[in-house]
């Protein structure tokens, strides 16, 4: 087995060798569009994924979702938005138990994650969970240009509704500050 390269902590080629998933080394150049992707991955989501893209539209320039397949409608509520912003990943390896994970595998949900993040756009990436609903007022000109000005920025996010999109969350709503928004190149 040859060496498996990586750029910073991202790896550049998989254990597989499955190359159509290899990771460009310069996916983070400094010729990226100036603007913010989103990068989400998802898996059985039908409940939450039409409601969280209809927050978040407005507000990303680009939205890379990367799915495994399921057994639910994720795929179709997807396909159902037919905005130029998103992009659609189909990701075709049933990914591990966390006991059971290997570094650099297709099979890991790091390296799809990677997948997902060498698959972005702009100069700016947020991780964005597929179940994170963007509240309104923080989906402002000002609040992008200010992300825009960053290298970093950490923010909270909320549970604030139930599944069901009818009741308050009964859990704690606000969880600990991390990092949402990052300049692509401060990444390696």
């Avoid at 290899?22 to 996916?27: G, H, T």
């Avoid at 991955?41 to 397949?69: A, H, K």
């Avoid at 905005?83 to 990701?91: A, E, G, R, T, V």
Wanted: aromatic share 14%.
């Amino acid at each position: 087995m040859s060496e498996i390269y990586s750029l910073g902590r991202l790896p550049l080629q998989n254990r597989e060798y499955k190359e159509d998933y290899y990771l460009s080394p310069n996916w983070c150049n400094k010729n990226r569009l100036r603007g913010i992707s989103a990068l989400m991955r998802s898996y059985n989501d039908e409940n939450w994924i039409g409601p969280v893209i209809q927050s978040i539209l407005p507000f990303f320039d680009e939205i890379v979702v990367v799915f495994t397949r399921g057994s639910d409608r994720t795929e179709k509520i997807l396909k159902n938005f037919k905005s130029k912003k998103i992009k659609i990943l189909d990701y075709p390896f049933k990914l591990k138990k966390e006991k059971d994970r290997c570094f650099n595998s297709v099979y890991d949900v790091t390296y799809l994650t990677n997948y997902g993040l060498s698959k972005t756009i702009c100069s700016h990436v947020s991780p964005w969970d597929s179940d994170m609903v963007l509240i309104p007022r923080f989906s402002s000109e000002a609040f992008h240009d200010f992300i825009l000005s960053k290298n970093v920025v950490r923010a909270s996010g909320y549970n604030v509704v139930t599944s069901d999109f009818k009741y308050a969350s009964k859990q704690e709503p606000t969880q600990y500050p991390s990092i949402r928004f990052l300049k692509a190149s401060s990444v390696v």
